[in-house]
């Protein structure tokens, strides 16, 4: 929409640099993404609020001279106040109608908005002059009540320690096998932009893909992109095309992974994103709001060295807590002696490790010809495998094994 311009000028703080001593400020980033729609007719109050929101990561902003008719891309709606003359308690009405957190913002502002405002429940009414000092904070609170009333799903990262380890056939075996395990939603985000082999290997037709909802971001509400992705039961994913990175054009749309991401996130109990690649730039976004990090490596040197190298740069250069590294050994074979899982520890220096075991026939299978691996014959030794990986891995609500009549009578407290 098109913003007037009107005369009367606020007395606002730099628009221009948001800096103190010269330097510029550290961005800060929210709880939860936020996509902010703020209603305001004042250039100088845009420029100030831009400068803003341009020191806040996790934040999506858009302007517009009026209400319109409908909101549900957004989470909260900033109403700037510039005079009595306007009706704002009428518009503050319509917002609480649709249940939309709402902030206000102006100075001296007229006792009948304020008491609309009150009597309405508007989260908070910021000063022009405070809008340095307020704005983030009052951000964050909205932010952390809006995720009270949310499930957000943690993003686990499935990455290549050394390319062609298998990063993206163990995304397959763990997203197919969690949905089988439990009732909960369960996506995948398929981020390997040279192959995007996850449909494939899951057997499912995809005609929507991962550049697609980037293209329309804007389109997309909360239940759209749920409905987009290629859906198996509470399986769902969000497919790749091939070599989408070397389109110069679409690799601006990466801009919004970030944005995209909570989206999914905000509609399903776990994400799984297949990071096969390793690090690339266009898919960073998805690193940095991982809560997990599962690298998938094998059983020798070259694979181990680079594999070290990937988490010097999580660890090291991007921050990532140790803690949340956790390494898979796929292809494993104990007839490889000189390379053990306490070699694979000590060398990598993370404690957790698991293993799937070498069985080139099965995985092919499940490549080539898409056989979901709950669902093969031979599958007893690596899906065992895959189910220790889950159940000590992920935070999904798990049925409660019934024990055995073998482990009744011998005991089965062993744990491997």
Same mark, same amino acid.
Request: neutral net charge.
């Given at each position: 929409?098109?913003?007037?311009?009107?005369?009367?000028?606020?007395?606002?703080?730099?628009?221009?640099?948001?800096?103190?001593?010269?330097?510029?400020?550290?961005?800060?980033?929210?709880?939860?993404?936020?996509?902010?729609?703020?209603?305001?007719?004042?250039?100088?109050?845009?420029?100030?609020?831009?400068?803003?929101?341009?020191?806040?990561?996790?934040?999506?902003?858009?302007?517009?001279?009026?209400?319109?008719?409908?909101?549900?891309?957004?989470?909260?709606?900033?109403?700037?106040?510039?005079?009595?003359?306007?009706?704002?308690?009428?518009?503050?009405?319509?917002?609480?109608?649709?249940?939309?957190?709402?902030?206000?913002?102006?100075?001296?502002?007229?006792?009948?908005?304020?008491?609309?405002?009150?009597?309405?429940?508007?989260?908070?009414?910021?000063?022009?002059?405070?809008?340095?000092? @307020?704005?983030?904070?009052? /951000? #964050?609170?909205?932010? !952390? %009540? *809006?995720? &009270?009333?949310?499930? $957000? +799903?943690?993003?686990?990262?499935?990455?290549?320690?050394?390319?062609?380890?298998?990063?993206?056939?163990?995304?397959?075996?763990?997203?197919?096998?969690?949905?089988?395990?439990?009732?909960?939603?369960?996506?995948?985000?398929?981020?390997?932009?040279?192959?995007?082999?996850?449909?494939?290997?899951?057997?499912? @037709?995809?005609?929507?893909? /991962? #550049?697609?909802?980037? !293209? %329309? *971001?804007? &389109?997309?509400?909360? $239940? +759209?992109?749920?409905?987009?992705?290629?859906?198996?039961?509470?399986?769902?994913?969000?497919?790749?095309?091939?070599?989408?990175?070397?389109?110069?054009?679409?690799?601006?749309?990466?801009?919004?992974?970030?944005?995209?991401?909570?989206?999914?996130?905000?509609?399903?109990?776990?994400?799984?994103?297949?990071?096969?690649?390793?690090?690339? /730039?266009?898919?960073?976004?998805?690193?940095?709001?991982?809560?997990?990090?599962?690298?998938?490596?094998?059983?020798?040197?070259?694979?181990?060295?680079?594999?070290?190298?990937?988490?010097?740069?999580?660890?090291?250069?991007?921050?990532?807590?140790?803690?949340?590294?956790?390494?898979?050994?796929?292809?494993?074979?104990?007839?490889?002696?000189?390379?053990?899982?306490?070699?694979?520890?000590?060398?990598?220096?993370?404690?957790?490790?698991?293993?799937?075991?070498?069985?080139?026939?099965?995985?092919?299978?499940?490549?080539?010809?898409?056989?979901?691996?709950?669902?093969?014959?031979?599958?007893?030794?690596?899906?065992?495998?895959?189910?220790?990986?889950?159940?000590?891995?992920?935070?999904?609500?798990?049925?409660?094994?019934?024990?055995?009549?073998?482990?009744?009578?011998?005991?089965?407290?062993?744990?491997?």
């Amino acid at each position: 929409m098109k913003n007037k311009n009107i005369n009367n000028v606020v007395d606002l703080p730099d628009a221009r640099l948001a800096e103190t001593d010269g330097s510029v400020k550290k961005k800060q980033s929210l709880p939860i993404h936020l996509s902010v729609l703020v209603i305001c007719t004042e250039l100088n109050v845009q420029l100030a609020l831009s400068s803003q929101f341009n020191l806040i990561t996790n934040v999506n902003f858009e302007f517009s001279d009026q209400m319109p008719k409908h909101l549900s891309q957004f989470d909260l709606v900033i109403l700037t106040v510039n005079s009595d003359k306007d009706n704002y308690p009428l518009v503050i009405e319509k917002l609480a109608d649709q249940n939309m957190p709402t902030l206000l913002l102006g100075d001296g502002i007229a006792a009948n908005i304020v008491r609309a405002a009150m009597h309405f429940h508007v989260q908070d009414i910021i000063p022009f002059k405070n809008i340095e000092q @307020e704005l983030f904070n009052t /951000l #964050t609170i909205c932010a !952390n %009540e *809006i995720l &009270k009333e949310k499930k $957000v +799903a943690p993003i686990i990262s499935i990455i290549n320690g050394k390319s062609g380890s298998g990063a993206s056939f163990i995304t397959g075996c763990l997203g197919e096998i969690s949905a089988d395990l439990c009732q909960d939603e369960i996506a995948l985000i398929d981020a390997d932009l040279h192959y995007g082999s996850l449909a494939d290997i899951l057997n499912l @037709e995809a005609n929507y893909f /991962l #550049t697609d909802a980037l !293209n %329309e *971001i804007d &389109k997309l509400d909360n $239940v +759209a992109i749920k409905s987009m992705m290629t859906k198996r039961k509470n399986l769902s994913l969000l497919a790749s095309k091939a070599y989408a990175q070397l389109d110069n054009e679409q690799n601006k749309s990466f801009e919004h992974l970030e944005r995209l991401a909570w989206k999914i996130k905000l509609n399903h109990d776990l994400v799984l994103a297949d990071l096969s690649r390793g690090l690339d /730039l266009l898919t960073l976004p998805l690193v940095s709001i991982s809560s997990q990090f599962l690298i998938v490596v094998q059983q020798n040197i070259v694979s181990l060295r680079e594999a070290k190298a990937l988490i010097q740069q999580l660890t090291q250069v991007m921050g990532i807590n140790k803690s949340a590294i956790k390494i898979i050994v796929n292809r494993y074979s104990k007839k490889v002696t000189n390379i053990t899982l306490n070699d694979i520890k000590k060398a990598l220096a993370i404690e957790s490790v698991f293993y799937v075991s070498n069985n080139y026939q099965l995985a092919s299978s499940c490549t080539d010809l898409g056989y979901p691996l709950a669902k093969l014959t031979e599958n007893k030794i690596i899906h065992k495998e895959i189910c220790t990986i889950i159940k000590q891995t992920f935070p999904l609500k798990l049925p409660v094994e019934k024990p055995s009549l073998f482990s009744k009578l011998f005991g089965g407290n062993n744990v491997r």
